[in-house]
């Protein structure tokens, strides 16, 4: 067995190679020719075992018109290649900006094929290492597929080999490419709660616990329309009945520094899963906060590109 | 992947729709046992799929087999024939259809059935059948493009143009394939037995063959002669069986012309340069036997000819069949030499009142021609009355017919005359096959039917070898020269016990017209589908391909259907670019960035135009204003108002144009 595995994976990494040649990475793939392979499904093979049954009866009993259908089923094998080809031939493929996820979520890849003929292409699948092959039919100019797959670490996940592939029309041969785009999915670490230590450095008279424990509608003001969703405070509108938001203005808040060595975890990736909570934290509450990556500062902010930049700091962050 | 996909809905219906018409044709000639449980089987499906009852077991399974089984053992015994072996195939075809459960089992179920439809073309190949079979065909693979066709639109017909579309590109193809594959000999040998009927004259021959025959308006075979040679419609003899055993009763052929040992080998055949020619294509008959006007020759080895001029099949004949004669129009005998025995054989008893006529005309010294033309006489002069309706004639069949009721058609007239001929010493045989024929609706062939069924004699003479006499001409002239119609008209027997054939309305011009064009059509398809094989393709393409040998043939059909594949290909290619073409001004930037990357300044993706522009400007400082003059109308082409765009294009290539050449110039001069 081991010898099988070192022959299957000596085997993987050539073919890895080749794919890696005959496809470089590139914003985006042109099938044709070059990069659309097409071979015979077992149920072509079938089929055309039966084609040679029909003709060696058609020779035999010397009849022509099993003759005839054998050289019609034959063509019909043919032709099913070509049209096996042309269904790929033409399309362009590209990829869309992905968003980031959480380590442990889903991270999703979103390819965009194009088809300028827009004569509509039928049942291509599309799959991308583990992620899930998705049927689906190009039927206007442009077709867009999103991909899931599973995230295990941080860090930045690049969609990969995408085979594509379809058995249309008659699932009797199947035409396929290999392509690789620039796509990544930056992949935050997972937001786990941790124990905090001494806060290092910047003022740290509030701190996200207390944040947390606000209970009355202090800091608090009216919701109106412009608010952000994610300010609505909803444990008041569970006890009040009314709408209120996280006032962003409040006087009296002050900024928070969060530092990855303020946690008392011993592995790095707990320590940034705990900083990944906190951020998501403190940018819930709303308040401003900066973060504190041993080299790399963010300076105090909120809102959501202050938040994705925190956490792509984390997730691109190395020992 | 796809693998494990449940067939149901619209693919299952599909599916079950190719398997009832793929077994209809073949059920309508299987016992109604076997219909019977391909129907259950087809129900029991049906009830899966309403969810009335489960896939079966393991158990049921089996038990279902061995019922099978059994089913098939009490229809069939040991008995080993075509039919059984299809019989064989559609109940194993039937039991795979419970099985069916996923959709990647379609597949083998679609081949089982698009195979069994195949077969059926072993049975029937006539106009409808055929068009009825491929039907059944494009059905089943239909049901497989459901499985891969777009699911989103199209209700129960999805996908019926893709398909038409992808159905009309494989009719060229399949026509070049058709006409150029070379035709060979079968790989080994097979025994076609249908089943069917033996239909046409019999090997064992009695009066009343012919008379049943003659109401038979099917057709036996067509015949097209070469350019001009079609010979007078008393020469119209159509040779099929030597008949000169008699006991009594029943004509026999003697068992050494039955046999294909007797082949006319090269040294006895004259050379066929400049012979007319004609085409036979003849109706399956289940027998070894084909039709010929005598003293004609065959190039092929299947059929061959024997030494007597009959046309001999190496199998009983299960489908039309289209051969090729030479033949001599200007010698009317047959030169092989009489048979001692078998052609003076005479019953020991019966007949003799004949053989007292004969010997009375012996002992006066007449003999040879003379006693021949004596018995033609005899024919001409007594009281005979050409009639389908003789009477019974229980005691002696020779004596009451040539002395007492003097009444019958062409079997007893011959039967008579050889029976006189070989009472005087003559050597004579009576010869069956058919006589006469009806000319196409354009005159290029003619038709012979079953009622054309004839006798007549052949005798012997040293000075003429064998030649051909026919009493009946003798007795009803417009029996040979018109044709059995006009000679049972005032009896009105002319078909008299089939109530529909077309051709007894031939008194309606249309009806006419409609038969014999229908015949046309068919005889077409014959001639052309059916029976095309090594010598219609010969035929077809010796103008074309100098020399039709399986060599040339390959050849062409590769450089035909290869030039068709390539032509598609193309196609493929040149629609997949339609409609990507780059406006001019995108290309020329195209064509730039290739150049700068082939400089290692490839653009980053993402990176925008200007960007892009600005470090090409940096890497190259002599390029630099040429750059930035691009970049400027490039931008103002592509980014001011959408409305324009085309006409601002136009106005800006050429100043484009020029800047690109001034900067790949200053490139290439330049070395960072």
Not at chain 2, 402 to 407: A, I, K, M, S
């Amino acid at each position: 067995m081991l010898i099988v595995d070192a022959i299957k994976g000596r085997f993987d990494a050539a073919f890895a190679r080749w794919i890696e040649r005959r496809s470089p990475v590139a914003a985006s793939v042109r099938l044709g020719l070059g990069n659309i392979y097409v071979f015979p499904t077992l149920h072509g093979l079938v089929f055309g075992a039966m084609v040679l049954i029909t003709f060696v009866t058609g020779v035999n009993y010397q009849n022509s018109l099993v003759l005839l259908t054998s050289f019609f089923l034959a063509v019909v094998f043919i032709v099913s290649i070509l049209a096996a080809f042309a269904n790929l031939s033409g399309l362009i493929i590209s990829a869309r900006d992905s968003e980031d996820c959480f380590s442990g979520d889903m991270a999703v890849f979103h390819l965009v094929f194009s088809d300028a003929q827009g004569a509509g292409r039928h049942r291509i699948f599309a799959q991308c290492h583990q992620a899930e092959a998705r049927g689906f039919d190009c039927v206007g100019k442009e077709t867009q597929l999103s991909l899931a797959r599973q995230t295990h670490r941080r860090g930045r996940l690049p969609m990969g080999r995408v085979c594509i592939d379809t058995r249309y029309p008659l699932g009797l041969v199947r035409a396929w490419s290999w392509i690789q785009l620039h796509a990544e999915v930056v992949v935050y670490p997972r937001p786990v709660q941790g124990e905090r230590m001494a806060i290092a450095g910047g003022d740290d008279s509030d701190s996200p616990g207390q944040a947390r424990g606000e209970g009355d509608v202090a800091g608090l003001r009216e919701f109106a329309q412009g608010d952000s969703i994610r300010r609505i405070s909803w444990k008041h509108f569970a006890s009040k009945g009314a709408l209120y938001v996280k006032d962003r203005e409040n006087p009296g808040e002050s900024e928070t520094w969060l530092s990855l060595d303020a946690y008392a975890a011993n592995s790095l990736e707990l320590r940034l899963a705990n900083l990944c909570y906190d951020i998501v934290q403190m940018d819930q509450s709303g308040r401003p906060f900066g973060v504190l990556l041993h080299s790399k500062v963010l300076a105090p902010g909120t809102g959501d590109a202050h938040r994705k930049q925190a956490l792509r700091a984390l997730a691109d962050y190395q020992g | 992947m796809t693998d494990k996909v449940l067939l149901q809905g619209q693919k299952l219906y599909w599916m079950l729709g190719a398997f009832a018409v793929s077994l209809l044709p073949h059920l309508v000639a299987l016992p109604g046992s076997i219909a019977l449980l391909v129907g259950a089987m087809l129900l029991y499906r049906l009830m899966i799929q309403w969810g009335k009852v489960p896939f079966p077991g393991k158990v049921l399974k089996a038990v279902m087999v061995l019922m099978s089984a059994a089913l098939f053992f009490l229809e069939y015994r040991y008995l080993y024939t075509i039919e059984t072996a299809v019989s064989f195939f559609v109940i194993f075809t039937a039991l795979k259809l419970i099985e069916v459960r996923f959709e990647r089992d379609c597949y083998l179920l679609i081949c089982l059935l698009i195979y069994l439809n195949a077969t059926k073309f072993l049975f029937e190949q006539g106009i409808l059948w055929t068009m009825g079979q491929s039907g059944a065909i494009l059905i089943c693979l239909f049901a497989l493009l459901q499985l891969n066709v777009a699911s989103t639109s199209g209700g129960a017909f999805r996908g019926i143009a893709q398909f038409f579309r992808l159905m009309l590109i494989c009719v060229p193809l399949v026509l070049v394939v058709f006409v150029f594959f070379p035709r060979f000999g079968p790989l080994w040998q097979f025994n076609l037995d249908t089943g069917k009927p033996q239909t046409g004259i019999t090997d064992a021959f009695s009066p009343g063959d012919i008379a049943e025959l003659s109401q038979s308006s099917a057709r036996a075979f067509r015949v097209a002669f070469s350019a001009g040679s079609l010979p007078d419609r008393s020469q119209w003899y159509w040779r099929g069986l030597i008949f000169d055993e008699f006991d009594g009763r029943l004509w026999r052929q003697s068992w050494h012309l039955g046999s294909t040992a007797l082949r006319l080998d090269g040294s006895q055949m004259p050379s066929l340069d400049g012979l007319p020619f004609y085409t036979v294509m003849i109706e399956p008959t289940q027998q070894r036997w084909g039709f010929a006007l005598a003293n004609s020759y065959a190039t092929s080895a299947d059929p061959s000819v024997s030494r007597d001029g009959l046309i001999r099949f190496q199998n009983p004949l299960d489908q039309p069949r289209q051969y090729r004669l030479f033949w001599q129009p200007e010698v009317p005998e047959v030169r092989a030499s009489p048979h001692n025995v078998s052609d003076l054989q005479l019953p020991p008893r019966g007949g003799e009142m004949a053989r007292q006529w004969a010997q009375e005309r012996v002992a006066r010294g007449i003999k040879g021609m003379d006693y021949i033309k004596d018995v033609m006489a005899f024919f001409a002069s007594e009281s005979f009355f050409y009639t389908l309706r003789p009477p019974r004639m229980p005691r002696d069949v020779i004596d009451e017919f040539l002395f007492e009721q003097q009444r019958g058609f062409c079997s007893h007239y011959a039967g008579g005359m050889v029976f006189l001929l070989r009472a005087a010493g003559i050597p004579a045989r009576l010869v069956g096959g058919y006589q006469g024929g009806e000319p196409s609706a354009d005159g290029s062939y003619l038709i012979v039917h079953q009622y054309d069924a004839h006798a007549w004699v052949e005798a012997w003479l040293p000075e003429t070898g064998w030649r051909r006499y026919d009493p009946t001409a003798e007795v009803a002239p417009s029996r040979i020269l018109d044709g059995l119609e006009r000679a049972v008209q005032s009896e009105g027997s002319f078909l008299e016990n089939t109530l529909f054939a077309a051709r007894k309305f031939d008194g309606f011009a249309a009806v006419r017209w409609l038969r014999l064009t229908l015949d046309e059509i068919n005889y077409g398809w014959q001639r052309w589908v059916v029976g095309y094989n090594s010598e219609t393709q010969t035929d077809l393409l010796k103008d074309y391909l100098g020399e039709v040998s399986a060599k040339n043939l390959a050849f062409a059909m590769l450089v035909l259907g290869g030039g068709m594949v390539a032509g598609m290909i193309l196609a493929a290619l040149w629609l997949g670019r339609q409609g990507k073409t780059l406006s001019p001004s995108l290309r020329l930037f195209l064509r730039l960035e290739r150049q700068l990357a082939k400089r290692g300044l490839g653009r980053e993706p993402g990176e925008t135009l200007r960007a892009f522009v600005g470090r090409a400007a940096a890497a190259y400082p002599g390029a630099s204003e040429a750059l930035t003059q691009f970049l400027k109308r490039l931008e103002f082409v592509h980014y001011a108002a959408v409305k324009d765009r085309p006409l601002r294009e136009k106005q800006e290539m050429p100043a484009l144009r020029k800047q690109v050449r001034e900067v790949l110039r200053s490139i290439a001069a330049e070395r960072p």
